[in-house]
């Protein structure tokens, strides 16, 4: 004889596996700690000024037409 299962009771223990699984993969990608965000952030500062220092011209700023010109 076959086993009685409630289906609600199996549907909502899917569901619950379900966010288990997608909540675990949300922890390893967006998952990192303060002090690695604020690394991740002075090394992209440091990069950022570093490549403007050595610029050898100004950077090109287009024409806007909402400016008066001069």
């Known amino acids: 004889m076959a086993e009685i ?4 009771r199996a549907r909502k223990a899917r ?10 993969e949300n922890r390893a990608r967006f998952g990192r700690t303060k002090a690695e965000r604020h690394a991740a952030e002075r ?6 000024a570093r490549l403007d220092g050595a610029r050898r011209e100004a950077p ?9 010109e001069n």
């Open 60 to 68: 090109d700023i287009p024409d806007d037409p909402a400016l008066p």
């Open 43 to 48: 090394d992209t500062a440091r990069m950022t």
């Open 5 to 8: 299962i409630n289906l609600r």
């Open 15 to 24: 569901q619950r596996a379900e966010a288990e699984r997608t909540a675990a």
